[in-house]
């Protein structure tokens, strides 16, 4: 499991969770918003590369802990982990980052702390679009739930509800057996997973941004998943500021792989060296 564990001592799922974290720390957190599958341990590679001063914390879907708590939009998700971040750091200078679903997350959780008059100092996305215009929603399949679990889906892997409706349980096995990370999760484990993304998915394909973000944009792009719009076309209406684009050389599901972790790591290690409590 990643460092996410807080060292074998904290619940690996729970909604916020200290990848790393101290009470000796003089700078602010990097706060995590997760992916699709809900879960926030792929960030622990960036320990190596993030000064340690600076506590590094996952935002995970609450479903984990509180499976009744799920929330019907990504504006309410946001909401709540706005609640949850400012429970641990009351003030800004805030940093945030978001990969993919997350960045979506991200991005609305930047918004509303504008709104409060706090400073978001950092708002960092990995590969994450928003929808383009005109797009409709439709029904969630198993494929699409494999997909966003697996990324780019191996040739020998099959699901028979790939067409239709997600099945669990048939999902929650591949979880164990292919997700990157996730194969140590027991069956409960895997199906919350499954579930959780499920969840995501929904509230993702339905999602237009509500409110916009004044401030600068750094965007890390997987040029070996290559996009309809670049970052500065796709987010101009919902981003203020300058929108600053870097290339990370991978694939979008290869960003929190330890080589894509490194590039990142650099990039934001010299971004957060000047904020200092």
Not at 221 to 231: D, F, I, K, R, S
Request: net charge negative.
């Amino acid at each position: 499991m990643a460092a996410g564990a807080g060292g074998g001592r904290a619940n690996p799922l729970e909604a916020v969770l200290r990848i790393r974290g101290s009470a000796e720390a003089s700078a602010p957190p990097l706060f995590c918003v997760h992916p699709i599958s809900g879960i926030s341990w792929g960030y622990a590679g960036l320990l190596r590369h993030i000064g340690e001063e600076h506590p590094v914390i996952g935002l995970q879907a609450r479903h984990f802990t509180e499976p009744q708590r799920r929330p019907g939009s990504i504006a309410e998700m946001a909401d709540d982990y706005l609640a949850s971040i400012r429970a641990v750091q009351p003030h800004g200078p805030y940093h945030l980052i978001g990969w993919s679903f997350g960045g979506m997350v991200a991005h609305a959780v930047a918004a509303r702390l504008e709104r409060l008059g706090e400073e978001v100092r950092l708002l960092g996305l990995l590969d994450a679009y928003p929808l383009p215009e005109g797009f409709e929603p439709r029904p969630i399949t198993g494929g699409d739930v494999l997909h966003g679990l697996l990324g780019e889906v191996p040739a020998d892997v099959s699901v028979h509800c790939a067409e239709g409706a997600p099945d669990v349980r048939e999902l929650a096995l591949l979880v164990r057996e292919r997700a990157p990370g996730l194969g140590e999760l027991d069956g409960p484990g895997a199906a919350a997973v499954v579930e959780a993304t499920i969840a995501n998915l929904d509230i993702r394909l339905r999602h237009v941004p509500d409110l916009p973000f004044t401030g600068d944009l750094l965007f890390f792009n997987a040029t070996g998943t290559p996009a309809p719009l670049t970052a500065a076309e796709a987010w101009a209406p919902y981003v203020g500021g300058r929108i600053e684009e870097v290339d990370i050389d991978c694939r979008h599901a290869e960003m929190t792989e330890p080589e894509p972790l490194r590039a990142i790591g650099e990039i934001l290690s010299g971004r957060l060296r000047p904020a200092r409590r």
